[in-house]
């Protein structure tokens, strides 16, 4: 039997990994973070996330997590958008803006097109001969 453990990503202290991805005390120190983005987001509902960012001291990449995570709402929260994975822009919903996920799409259509079009050469330059 072996002791799973890992170093916390956010402090690097060595911990048993289980239901949390970090070590307890950084599990208590998001926490608190989160208490004060809710508690922000409350008494300023027209905040967007720099402001709550600002204002809390919580770095926006983890108000992002929490909104991903559903601990924060969108919904009440008309000014709040998080950043596009790929270029940055703000949005509120799903991990990339719409500019970025077309951008994909095509690049992804390009890639099979190239490769059919391979496929299609390949087939064709394979001859087969009879003899006679």
């Known amino acids: 039997m072996s002791l799973n453990i890992a170093n ?3 402090c690097g202290r060595i911990f048993a990994p289980g239901l949390k991805d970090v070590c307890s005390a950084c599990a208590k ?4 973070q989160y208490e004060r983005c809710v508690q922000y987001l409350r008494d300023n509902r027209g905040a967007t996330i720099t402001e709550v960012s600002e204002n809390t001291e919580v770095p926006i990449k983890q108000i992002t997590k929490f909104i991903r995570e559903g601990r924060i709402s969108l919904v ?3 000014n709040m958008s998080y ?3 790929v270029c940055g822009i703000l ?3 799903g991990n990339m803006c719409e500019t970025c996920r077309k951008r994909l799409t095509q690049d992804v259509n390009t890639l099979k097109e190239q490769e059919q ?4 050469e390949i087939r064709k330059s394979m001859t087969y001969r009879s003899r006679d």
């Open 117 to 120: 079009r391979r496929r299609e």
């Open 76 to 78: 009440n929260a008309p």
């Open 91 to 93: 949005i509120r919903e």
């Open 83 to 85: 950043p596009c994975d």
């Open 8 to 10: 916390c990503p956010r």
């Open 29 to 32: 120190e998001v926490e608190q």
